[in-house]
């Protein structure tokens, strides 16, 4: 196996390859060290052969995209990423294949709804969940202190004490830990209950990450255009959230909202569906197309997407001009589904 960090800074790339046919994966790209990346790759004579983000970053703008672009890779990304330009979908206990490498996703959320680590023979690639010495935030962009907490207790520490720790990013110098290593000294996790750790995380005030406004909805949305007017975090959140089984419930009712689906087109027909009679408009055009949704201005509107992120955006977008009565649907077509409510394709 060729290995390689190729950042050399706080965030952190690898790059993994199969010897013998010369196929690569990279993990967790950022979007600045494109022609970084190419140029190792070609160095090495090596062909990208899948790209994956271990979950929505909001500290870098990702170069998933333009790699899957440019070099025909596909990306890979857990199934409750709201992405629209994944070309994989996986869960836990997925396998990803790269020439002889084998690497066995591992569902750990708790940062993000999307986050995933990789392991692979005597190592773990944690992205942002476990650090060496720390553990990644759970305040923000759908985190969750106590899914971290057993992701961590109960996938990760599961592993092998000798396993090899390599982390989405450090800030302290190090470049590699050990499962044993953390399970014994790690002070957020070491000798905490549940509980404690919740509190724990609650209680850190943690700032912002540097330019999240220009990072974070670009990421989940795969919108690249820098003339991009996204609404920003407050507005985000104050916008209404409902589950499938509320939106559900109002379209029996007296009534019945507007659905406003802002997917790709191919996201409409595809493997999820389409709540029957929503409207698709997909989020990228919603600026130079809001004039066809005036004759709704004044009914209830309920903004959908895959995961319920970018439809945030689109009911945040939405309230900004003016449309007083706009909801999200909570966890988006993937709810949907898991709630067995009716679709069309």
């Known amino acids: 196996m060729i290995f390689q960090e190729l950042n050399g800074r706080q965030c952190k790339t690898y790059l993994l390859a199969c010897e013998s046919i010369r196929q690569a994966i990279l993990i967790d790209p950022l979007r600045e060290y494109i022609d970084r990346y190419i140029a190792f790759l070609a160095y090495q004579g090596l062909k990208l052969d899948a790209v994956v983000d271990t979950h929505t970053h909001a500290d870098h703008a990702t170069a998933s995209f333009e790699l899957r672009r440019l070099l025909h890779a596909d990306l890979i990304m857990h199934q409750r990423a709201p992405v629209p330009r994944v070309d994989r979908y996986v869960d836990d206990g997925d396998v990803i294949t790269v020439g002889d490498l084998t690497l066995q996703v591992l569902y750990t959320p708790g940062h993000t709804p999307d986050s995933i680590s990789l392991y692979t023979g005597d190592r773990v690639f944690t992205g942002d969940v476990l650090l060496i010495g720390g553990t990644g935030r759970a305040d923000f962009a759908g985190g969750d202190a106590g899914e971290e907490y057993d992701a961590i207790t109960q996938k990760l520490f599961t592993l092998p004490e000798e396993t090899l720790v390599f982390p989405g990013h450090d800030y302290r110098g190090n470049t590699q830990s050990t499962i044993g290593e953390e399970q014994r000294t790690n002070p957020r996790v070491a000798g905490r209950s549940r509980a404690q750790y919740i509190e724990l995380m609650n209680s850190i005030d943690f700032p912002l990450p540097d330019k999240i406004q220009e ?44 659905l406003l689906d802002v997917r790709e087109p191919e996201e409409w027909s ?64 993937l709810d949907w589904n898991e709630a067995k409510l009716p679709t069309e394709r």
């Open 270 to 333: 595809g493997e999820l569906g389409h709540i029957p009679g929503s409207i698709l408009i997909a989020l990228k055009e919603l600026g130079g197309r809001v004039d066809e949704l005036e004759a709704y201005r004044d009914r209830p509107v309920v903004a959908v997407c895959r995961a319920g992120v970018r439809s945030t955006t689109a009911a945040a977008i939405l309230t900004g001009m003016g449309f007083q009565r706009v909801s999200n649907l909570k966890g988006g077509m």
């Open 215 to 258: 990072v974070l909805q670009p990421n989940q949305t795969a919108i690249e255009d820098d003339r991009a007017a996204f609404p920003g975090l407050a507005e985000l959140n104050q916008v209404r959230q409902l589950s499938a089984k509320e939106v559900h419930a109002q379209l029996q009712g007296h009534e019945s909202p507007v």
